[in-house]
């Protein structure tokens, strides 16, 4: 088996989204895109602050690098889709989601460094999820392609961070920590309500 599998497997998701939220999602689909255009953006700063945190990890640091580029060009194409609609760039909403996966990051350099990855990549595994979910609800056409390259995208960032968790961590406490983070994410999701926006 591959690496690349294995990341697929490692982190699967526990909660699968309903179609009550793709179908908010498609009933505003312009609050929608300034949404997404939000995520990507932040998405974007994180890789990077990523970068600058853990100087010390060329591995870390090129990867943060690329993943930020490539999440800012998201940013420039979902900014594109907003302008064809009229839509104008909006400051940054709060993400409840964001915010409590990342309050589950433990203290300790190692400890925080594996949480990092790990939420990272969890994070990246529902963004693909749901847009692959709003790939498939759209009709034939450019949107629909946009957001299945889109999909394809966060499937490799989340095998991404999977993959630079390896580099310094064993597969044990990898799984392991995964397992906790699956859960809280799983019982998170579950309880948000269903707003026309990725989270
Ligand atoms: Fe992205
Ligand atoms: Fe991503």
Known sequence: MTLIHEA?????LRYATSSAWTETVLTDFDAFLLDHAGAEKKASGMAMSMALHYA????????????SIEELDHFRE????????????????????????????R????????DRLLVGGIIEAR?????????EALPPGSLKDFYRDITRSEDRHRDLFVKLAANYFDQSEITRRVDELLD????????????????
Not at 184 to 199: C, I, N, Q, S, W
Request: proline residues 4%; aromatic residues 6%; charged residues 25%.
């Open 107 to 114: 203290n300790g350099r190692a400890h925080y460094f594996l």
């Open 184 to 199: 809280f994410e799983a019982m998170l999701v579950r309880g948000l309500p269903h707003r026309p926006a990725l989270h």
């Open 56 to 67: 010390d990890k060329p591995d870390i640091v090129s990867a943060m690098i690329d993943l």
């Open 78 to 105: 979902v900014v594109k889709l907003m302008t064809a609609r009229g839509l104008r760039l909006q400051k940054d909403a709060r993400d409840a989601y964001v915010n409590q996966l990342r309050q589950q990051l």
């Open 8 to 12: 697929a497997l490692m982190i699967s």
């Open 127 to 135: 963004g693909a999820e749901r847009f692959g979910l709003i790939a």
